[in-house]
């Protein structure tokens, strides 16, 4: 889809509008059987149909196809479409950082952003980091240092974690925790974190 | 035998579940795909109290992709509702059905569910739905319920006293003070979930956050009049929880209703401000605390005094006054707990708690009565040490506070503070050193274990407990490993589903204690049946030994061997071929412990190093260490991040935290984690955790005692301790924001 196309189309004006047109126009073409029913659901799927829009994305090296209401944000799309849950929702406000995922190389909240608006991009995911069987340096390192409890942060610490020491902001502890400080730990694993990253990073590995 | 752990210990594993979590591949209760799975929506009240006296709910049923809606107009109860709340009981007992009535009891009451086929769809919809309240007047103020509400009444209140309560009263040196906790709210980073699918109308799978699957399975079959077999709870990860996990909130039972109504699985995950009102908070409190001491240090007598809150429609009562009973040797001790029913939802279990909120007043307490002694604070506590419990009059199974002291002070450099506060600047900071003890009780309940040894070496354990993150099936593999003498990597400990064996609920510091006790027992019992399949094998007679005994072999790297002579051995895989045997399988129960004659108590030791900039009141946490007696330490590597994580909830605690409801209208400010602020990174420095790690003898084989909640327990006052030490000034009103330095 034309990244252009960010204007949100939801107002229930236009919803209600396409739910009585949608219904005429289904009332002309639809076999008589389904007319019988002439209920809710054959509005709602009518409905449903208009207000989805296409988009083109990449995910973890797959192309995406889709049609998506565009009031969608790329974490609900990711987590309740895709079924790729291991990016996390922690609040829906981009005040947490357990939806972080990449977007052309970049740490984004994808809770903050809808599908419709990442039209072309490529995302890359929690699922996407590993090379297949073999984790990537990071993963490595937050196991080895127990930079994690829950796990429920996990995968939104790590995907910043690798975009941190790329964006050449893990220079130092202070930096690490500087910069690190956009994810939430709430069972507090900071201390295992930021060694993990050091230790990461140190391994020279390409990250 | 005994089965206990001997040094040298196996070195400590990494988490068994590691690869999963930082996959993305662990699933947490809102991610499992259920075909045909629909969303619901909670929708609360937005005012404290009153009735609702209409709801229009026209144009939600009518949305888009809408499957259903339930209010407390058009609830089909379930069978359990009627019997809650029959019967002549109080009103702070009844606790409170969803949409059992049209009463509202706090802002944000679940008043409505609104399911749809998609989470867009059920969001939109929710918000459609108009309501018609008549309001009454509420309470949500503790201070101002003081004078005009009547606390609860009963058991829990009444007042504890030993000795002569005047005798702080009468003490050369004496201080008294008050010092106020808010409202704390858990907030794990997981949003509180549940997924439902009614196989029948009388079976249901339930994906649930919950803390224990017996209570919560217990709580549904109740509910809907269900059979145990017909209720299969999964819990297979939980994003944290800290106490927030062991209800079955009002969402879920309303997931639970509403599935059944629709006819679908349903999936309810509740947003981050819902997480504020509707899963338990620590409730506000406000202390008073009174010590007199002789002028050498010796203190003669203590009074502490608490009052907290409840929910008006369920009481919730806590321990925050035990800490002054038993952390130190005072002959005169009076204490008194008040809480008052408020128009707020329900507190429930924090983190440590009420030790937790009680050991911030009294380790702060000691601070000042150490100043106005003009004595070192780690030499008064010293002085002051109890090496017996006083309140129970029994002797301690083992407490090694002094070396948690020992080890942490060190380690700091407690002895490079100069005494004076205010003495020590760094350049433009103010650097001062802090101190506080935390106490929690050890205990061990009953569990279940199912055990399956396959001939190719492998240790199947499972137990129906759930793990909110200290890294519980961590723990058990590393324990039966030691204790089985096996590779942790042929072990596999299965949980999180309710028809597995009963285990254990995951709280208070018990598991390790409780599961880990019966794993231990297992894998005795395993080494029991090895030997009776071959003990008559010449293998194993010599010239000596004719009648082998069990006493007489050890099992190491998956042999049984004669203690005498190592080269008569033979492999667990080899025993059971031989006897022909593919597996042996068993269940191993373990009843709990009621530990009569002696007091079970883990121990903190907390040292902490703060920066306060004393023009713009900012508090930097510069250096911290925390000693724990916590008994033998089953998995180092996982046992330090949970010390690690109470220490960062602490610093939450003394320096950010504080749920503000605004009282002109009962409702929540600042219920997201832009305003409600927790540590983040940059709040923390590189925190040491250390482990006394030796054997309490009486309260389980591994001689382990808990370290989860005490990690957090006196933390805070530490903090603010060291915040005196640094600037001179006491604050005594959590948390220590730059506002209250300056
Ligand atoms: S879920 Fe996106 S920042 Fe919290
Ligand atoms: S590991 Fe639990 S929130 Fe970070």
Redesign the interface.
């Known amino acids: 889809m034309d990244k252009k196309v960010t204007t949100p189309i939801?107002s229930s004006a236009r919803?209600n509008f396409l739910?009585q047109s949608s219904a005429m126009v289904a009332l002309a073409l639809a076999p008589p059987t389904i007319l019988k029913a002439g209920d809710?659901k054959v509005?709602?799927q009518i409905?449903?149909y208009f207000?989805k829009v296409p988009v083109k994305l990449e995910i973890n090296g797959k192309a995406h196809a889709l049609s998506i209401?565009p009031?969608?944000t790329l974490l609900?799309l990711l987590?309740?479409q895709l079924?790729?849950?291991?990016?996390?929702?922690?609040?829906?406000?981009g005040?947490?950082g357990?939806c972080t995922v990449h977007i052309n190389g970049k740490r984004v909240n994808a809770c903050l952003t809808l599908a419709v608006m990442q039209g072309g991009n490529k995302i890359t995911?929690?699922?996407g980091?590993?090379n297949g069987d073999e984790?990537h340096p990071m993963?490595e390192a937050?196991?080895?240092h127990?930079g994690?409890?829950?796990?429920?942060?996990?995968?939104g610490q790590?995907m910043s974690a690798v975009a941190c020491v790329k964006e050449g902001h893990a220079e130092s502890?202070?930096d690490?925790?500087?910069y690190?400080?956009?994810?939430?730990?709430?069972?507090?694993?900071?201390?295992?974190?930021?060694d993990a990253i050091k230790d990461a990073k140190k391994g020279g590995k390409s990250l | 035998m005994e089965n206990k752990l001997k040094e040298p210990f196996m070195p400590p594993i990494?988490?068994v579940?590691?690869?999963?979590?930082?996959?993305?591949?662990?699933?947490?209760s809102?991610?499992y795909?259920i075909p045909q799975m629909a969303?619901g929506v909670m929708v609360g009240s937005s005012i404290a109290k009153g009735i609702i006296l209409s709801m229009d709910t026209k144009a939600a049923e009518?949305a888009?992709?809408v499957l259903g809606v339930i209010t407390p107009f058009n609830i089909e109860k379930p069978a359990g509702y009627n019997i809650e709340t029959s019967g002549n009981i109080s009103a702070t007992k009844k606790g409170f059905n969803v949409f059992d009535d049209k009463l509202i009891r706090f802002s944000g009451q679940p008043i409505a569910i609104v399911m749809a086929?998609?989470?867009?769809r059920a969001l939109?919809a929710a918000t459609l739905i108009k309501v018609n309240y008549k309001k009454d007047s509420f309470q949500t103020n503790l201070e101002k319920a003081i004078p005009v509400v009547k606390p609860l009444e009963g058991n829990a209140f009444k007042d504890y006293t030993r000795g002569d309560v005047n005798a702080w009263k009468t003490a050369p040196v004496k201080i008294e003070a008050e010092y106020n906790i808010p409202i704390e709210v858990h907030?794990?980073?997981?949003?509180h979930a549940i997924t439902v699918h009614w196989e029948t109308p009388d079976k249901v799978l339930v994906y649930e956050k919950t803390q224990s699957l017996m209570d919560t399975q217990e709580k549904i079959m109740e509910l809907f009049g269900l059979k145990k077999e017909n209720v299969h709870i999964i819990t297979k990860?939980?994003?944290?929880a800290?106490g927030s996990a062991f209800n079955v909130w009002p969402h879920a039972v309303a997931a639970l209703i509403g599935a059944k109504q629709i006819n679908k699985p349903l999936k309810v995950?509740l947003?981050?401000d819902q997480m504020f009102m509707n899963v338990g908070y620590r409730p506000q409190s406000i202390q008073k605390i009174s010590i007199g001491a002789q002028p050498d240090g010796k203190i003669t007598g203590i009074n502490h005094e608490a009052i907290s809150m409840t929910a008006s429609y369920q009481e919730f009562t806590e321990g925050i006054v035990n800490v002054s009973r038993m952390l130190y040797d005072i002959p005169n001790v009076f204490t008194r707990y008040k809480i008052y029913p408020m128009d707020l939802s329900l507190p429930t279990w924090m983190r440590g708690p009420g030790e937790t909120t009680g050991a911030y007043a009294l380790e702060c307490a000691i601070d000042e009565l150490a100043h106005a002694l003009k004595m070192d604070p780690l030499k008064l506590r010293l002085l002051n040490y109890s090496d017996t419990d006083l309140e129970k009059q029994r002797p301690y199974s083992s407490k090694y506070l002094k070396e948690a002291f020992e080890i942490g002070s060190e380690k700091i450099g407690w002895n490079d503070r100069h005494p004076e506060p205010r003495s020590m600047p760094e350049g433009d900071w103010l650097a001062g050193y802090g101190m506080g003890s935390g106490v929690f009780i050890g205990w061990r309940g009953g569990a279940q274990v199912g055990a399956r040894f396959t001939a190719d070496g492998k240790l199947l354990l499972q137990s129906a407990v759930t793990d909110?993150?200290?890294?519980t099936a961590t723990a058990m593999t590393k324990l039966a490993a030691e204790t089985f003498g096996i590779s942790p990597d042929k072990i596999v400990f299965e949980m999180g589903d309710s028809s597995l064996p009963p285990g254990i609920m995951q709280g208070g510091s018990g598991t390790t204690s409780s599961l880990g006790t019966t794993v231990n027992n297992a894998t005795l019992s395993l080494k029991k049946k090895l030997f009776e399949l071959v003990k008559n094998k010449a293998v194993f007679h010599t010239e000596t030994i004719h009648d082998v005994k069990f006493e007489d072999v050890v099992f190491e790297n998956g042999q049984m061997m004669l203690s005498s002579d190592h080269t008569r051995k033979m492999s667990y895989s080899d025993i059971l071929e031989s006897a022909g045997l593919d597996n042996i399988e068993f269940i191993e129960e373990t009843k709990g412990f009621n530990n009569v004659d002696y007091s079970t108590y883990a121990y903190a030791a907390h040292f902490v190093k703060v920066l306060v900039h004393p023009a713009t009141g900012v508090i930097k946490m510069e250096k911290i260490v925390s000693a724990v007696d916590g008994g033998t330490i089953v998995n180092d590597?996982?046992a330090?991040?949970?010390i690690?994580?109470?220490?960062?909830?602490g610093i939450g605690m003394a320096l950010m935290e504080e749920g503000v409801v605004d009282n002109r209208y009962g409702r929540w400010v600042n219920n997201?984690?832009?305003d409600y602020h927790?540590?983040?990174?940059?709040?923390?420095?590189?925190?040491e955790a250390l482990f006394v790690n030796k054997p309490d003898p009486i309260l389980n084989p591994m001689g382990s005692k808990g370290i989860g909640e005490v990690a957090m327990v006196g933390f805070a006052a530490a903090v603010a301790n060291a915040v005196f030490h640094a600037t001179g000034k006491r604050i005594r009103a959590l948390p220590i924001t730059p506002d209250k330095i300056i």
């Open positions: 939801h919803r739910k809710k509005e709602d409905a449903g207000e209401e009031r969608v609900d987590r309740e079924h790729l849950t291991g990016t996390k929702k922690g609040c829906d406000h005040q947490c357990a995911t929690i699922e980091l590993a984790l993963q937050f196991i080895k127990d994690f409890q829950c796990g429920y942060c996990t995968p790590i502890d202070d690490i925790r500087e690190m400080s956009g994810n939430i730990c709430r069972c507090g694993c900071y201390t295992n974190i930021v | 990494d988490r579940d590691g690869k999963l979590k930082v996959t993305g591949a662990a699933k947490y809102a991610e795909n969303y009518n888009p992709g086929d998609s989470y867009e939109h907030n794990p980073m997981e949003l990860f939980i994003g944290g800290f995950v947003s981050r909110m993150g200290p890294g590597k996982t330090r991040s949970q690690i994580g109470g220490v960062v909830g997201n984690f832009a927790v540590p983040v990174n940059a709040d923390v420095p590189h925190i």
